[in-house]
């Protein structure tokens, strides 16, 4: 069992920077794949990022590279995702996952946070 609670978001203009976070609990948080996901009202929630049990591999969709990072502490049960060059059209809901499985398809993901609000203003 993981529980996630996301903290970070917030209003920024574009161009600027922000860092969400994702702590969790639970013993197993060092075995499993962690990743962020985003969603607007009304659309599919979309993959932005992961990272796998060991911090080695990460995965990002094509509109983040090279703006956004995503790292994990499994000494602290937290990941993170440094978002950088932000733009309106990266204004979401933005939600930490777990799952047993390196995938960016968001079905294998078991467990999900709350979600924390992201608003770039142009």
């Known amino acids: 069992q993981v529980q996630l609670v996301e903290s970070g978001g917030g209003l920024v203009q574009a161009g600027g920077s922000l860092r969400l976070s994702c702590a969790a609990s639970?013993?197993?948080?060092?075995?499993?794949?962690m990743a962020w996901f985003r969603q607007a009202p009304g659309k599919e929630r979309a993959f932005v990022a992961a990272i796998d049990w060991s911090g080695g591999l990460t995965w990002y969709a094509d509109s983040v590279k090279g703006r956004f990072t995503i790292s994990r502490d499994n000494a602290k049960n937290a990941v993170y995702l440094q978002m950088s060059s932000l733009k309106p059209e990266d204004t979401d809901v933005y939600y930490c996952a777990a799952s047993p499985r390196s995938t960016i398809e968001a079905g294998p993901y078991d467990y999900w946070g709350q979600g924390t609000q992201v608003t770039v203003s142009s």
């Open positions: 639970g013993r197993t948080f060092s075995r499993v794949t």
